[in-house]
């Protein structure tokens, strides 16, 4: 089997077109689009993303109680002492930075674990849970390395906090009118520390990933080897595209 990534091996050497962005704007809608302008993370829960200051101003009265409850919970994670289930005081921070730096990584592996391509259905009833160990590293890029992947039922991370619940929710209803398929949800584990990362998906007919079932072992592969620059391979009519 081919590479799923273009640039697999080694880093490319010239930048690749994007084909979507995964980043949206809470607001409006609107998608980054990184080389004009990256968009700014919540400071608070650092999960919500904004356009502009205007958008982030205007969303706060909606995003207040999910915002504050996300950074309750990160404080009240700081004040663990450390064991194996917590081994750095950083861990929540570093958890943070994780996702976001792997942003389109972990949203390519969800679309291929949950087989939205074929099955577009499973959005709604599953979901992508990686387990991750931690290494005391100095550079942030090989703090974390994969320990496991599971497809779980999504009631697994939406049962426990209904407020992450109905985020997920007002999230899936806002890509269904745009005429996505739902919200592919994430979680990202290490130890008793976790982040939710939800993931707004085109319907099937406007993706044209290839379908890989070495997904594991590519998601692996660009994590351990402290790789930021994943551009998947995909089929179209105009022929091969990477990014």
């Not at 077109?17 to 004009?36: F, L, M």
């Not at 700014?40 to 919500?48: A, S, V």
């Not at 450390?82 to 942003?103: G, M």
């Not at 070495?214 to 660009?222: P, S």
């Amino acid at each position: 089997m081919a590479p799923a990534a273009a640039n697999y091996y080694s880093p490319p050497t010239h930048a690749a077109p994007k084909q979507r962005g995964y980043r949206i704007c809470d607001t409006c809608g609107a998608v980054e689009n990184s080389s004009i302008q990256k968009f700014r993370l919540c400071g608070g829960c650092m999960t919500t993303q904004y356009c502009s200051p205007e958008c982030q101003k205007s969303h706060w009265p909606s995003h207040k109680t999910i915002c504050q409850h996300t950074a309750a919970q990160m404080s009240g994670a700081k004040q663990q002492p450390i064991s194996a289930s917590y081994p750095d005081e950083n861990l929540v921070k570093y958890l943070r930075k994780f996702t976001s730096t792997h942003s389109s990584l972990l949203g390519w592996a969800g679309f291929q674990a949950l087989q939205l391509k074929r099955l577009p259905a499973n959005i709604r009833q599953n979901a992508l849970l990686i387990e991750l160990s931690y290494n005391p590293h100095a550079e942030s890029l090989y703090r974390f390395s994969i320990a496991g992947t599971h497809v779980v039922p999504r009631s697994y991370v939406t049962s426990h906090d209904p407020l992450v619940a109905a985020d997920i929710d007002r999230r899936e209803e806002r890509c269904r009118r745009t005429g996505g398929i739902g919200t592919l949800v994430i979680l990202v584990q290490c130890g008793g520390i976790s982040q939710v990362m939800p993931v707004e998906v085109d319907p099937p007919s406007k993706i044209s990933w290839d379908l890989r079932d070495d997904w594991a072992d590519v998601l692996r592969h660009f994590v351990e080897s402290g790789r930021t620059d994943f551009k998947p391979i995909s089929t179209t009519g105009r022929g091969v595209v990477y990014g």
